[in-house]
């Protein structure tokens, strides 16, 4: 018996479920759609219930559950195991999320917000494994981040840290969505990626992304990379620019928690090498000469299981941890 | 019995030695000439007898030391004891000091670099008393920093981390000494305040202090805030490069570890008020709008004893921290 930890990734559109032995290999796991509209309540009962059924399926019961991890987008009072309001789920507001959970399923109940928790994901056992220092960054529609320090999540004073995104590299730079100017999310997000590229189109740049833009009205970061890999130089160009923004924040971020290894994630490494290679060129023409770095920088390994695997990890890490010092 | 810590604080001129008691008081303190070209042996021979002479003159011994704090500038293999080279002190090259002076005072020696060591003492006892997460800046030639998060200093995978002086806020900018282009360090330094300035002078600026560039053949931050004070106007232009280079790192550090205070100490906070109250300006003018941010930003309060506080203050930690795990 026991031995089964519970990963839980709350989307905007999707929950994923995981189960996982202590290896954190998976054992099984589905989606759900979100249903935010229906309120807390019923979507944390349709949470726990799709649990429940998954442990059948895999002849587990409640009782074989030793934590539950859960990641959810912020703002949150992760500690006090509290969302306190969420862009995509409007209805969630102040909800104690932990408790509700931890009364349906019985076992501890772990909460990060979803960026830590994939970064957790990848730390444990994805392209981070075997260093104890990592930064990570998710490249999606904005650009979120993750730190860990010694072996632990770094949170902050507020829970509010790792906000990596928003680092200012440019200070009175682009606008950001944020209210700042000059944040590397400016640059280097698919949005910010694709809008670059816009600008320089309708600025009169020659590109073959002229003609993706004339058909479909607008440009993805996708369309950059697809050109970029047929070798147009208005792709390369904005790719650069992305790739230059992002080694920028690698080296600040070495200047800060000197992490061993810098891992990349979301959407946009689809991308391939073509990108991670000009991020590794920006890295090593603009870093410091005093003393020799051994950062690595690649791609994340866990994909869209990353929210499910982190969570389980993090939930034991924190089960371990809290029974070594109690 | 016991009870008393020893901080000891190695620079390239002086080495300044105290003895504290369990509060963190000093009872007693000397400073002697570091006389590095005599080489390591003499050099910590001297610093342990003159540990020795501190005791008996407060009628302690050597059996009365629980632990004993160094710091000293990097680079050095903080968690092995060994300073790996120093460029104010040649001749110590590969010195095992924690081995030497632990076979000197018998206690256990904790080791760390000068700017950890000084960002300590202020978390414990000075500006960043009474909260888990701060930042640490010296103001001086270069500039240095210190990371504590969730109560531990951050060290990074190499023991480099935290060399805030370095991070980037403007790519391509200014060369800094380092190799970089567009450091903090390489705007708002002492030393890069006053280049600052002096460009502006030889650029044709109108000032009052092109008199002292003149009579003196160079100014310095000093002459600079002297003339701030007196309502210059170029030197109110200098100061705002300054403070807005710093405000722009005290936002990066606030989405990245996201201390509850920030603490800037060294011989540049001598400017008082009208420095502090423009990093102020302009971190409230450059923040973001998402959430409010509590942080507080003030000066150090230790002044120069903040090497010996914050040495003996993390052997305390340290040697507390061993026993509450063995």
Chains 1, 2 share one sequence.
Not at 34 to 40: I, K, L, R, S, V
Not at 54 to 62: N, Q, R, T, Y
Not at 275 to 284: D, S
Request: net charge negative; proline share 2%.
């Amino acid at each position: 018996m026991g031995g089964t930890y519970v990963g839980i990734d709350v989307g905007g559109t999707n929950v994923k479920i995981g189960l996982f032995n202590t290896e954190l290999e998976l054992i099984r796991k589905t989606s759900i759609t979100t249903e935010a509209e229906m309120g807390p309540e019923i979507v944390i009962d349709k949470m726990a219930k799709t649990a429940e059924d998954l442990l059948a399926e895999a002849g587990l019961s409640l009782q074989d559950i030793v934590a539950v991890g859960i990641g959810t987008p912020g703002p949150a009072r992760y500690s006090e195991g509290v969302i306190i309001r969420s862009t995509n789920m409007p209805k969630f507001k102040n909800v104690p999320i932990c408790k509700m959970l931890n009364e349906r399923l019985g076992a501890p109940i772990v909460f990060d917000n979803d960026a830590n928790v994939a970064c957790w994901g990848e730390y444990a056992v994805g392209a981070g494994k075997g260093v104890k220092d990592i930064v990570f960054f998710t490249l999606g529609t904005g650009i979120g981040g993750g730190i860990v320090s010694n072996g632990e999540l770094v949170h902050g004073c507020d829970e509010n840290g790792a906000e990596l995104g928003h680092m200012i590299i440019h200070p009175d730079g682009r606008k950001c969505n944020c209210g700042q100017k000059g944040c590397v999310e400016a640059y280097a997000s698919a949005d910010s990626t694709a809008r670059r590229a816009t600008e320089a189109l309708e600025g009169g740049a020659e590109s073959s992304l002229k003609k993706v833009l004339d058909e479909k009205g607008r440009i993805t970061s996708k369309d950059v990379y697809k050109h970029l890999a047929a070798g147009d130089e208005l792709a390369k160009e904005i790719t650069d620019g992305t790739a230059k923004a992002l080694a920028i924040t690698c080296i600040n971020m070495l200047h800060t928690t000197e992490p061993k290894r810098i891992v990349f994630a979301g959407g946009m490494i689809a991308a391939g090498d073509k990108l991670l290679n000009r991020i590794k060129h920006f890295f090593n023409e603009h870093i410091w000469t005093l003393k020799k770095e051994t950062v690595e920088i690649c791609f994340a390994t866990l994909g869209e299981d990353a929210g499910i695997i982190g969570a389980a990890a993090l939930a034991q890490h924190t089960e371990q941890r809290t029974n070594s010092i109690t």
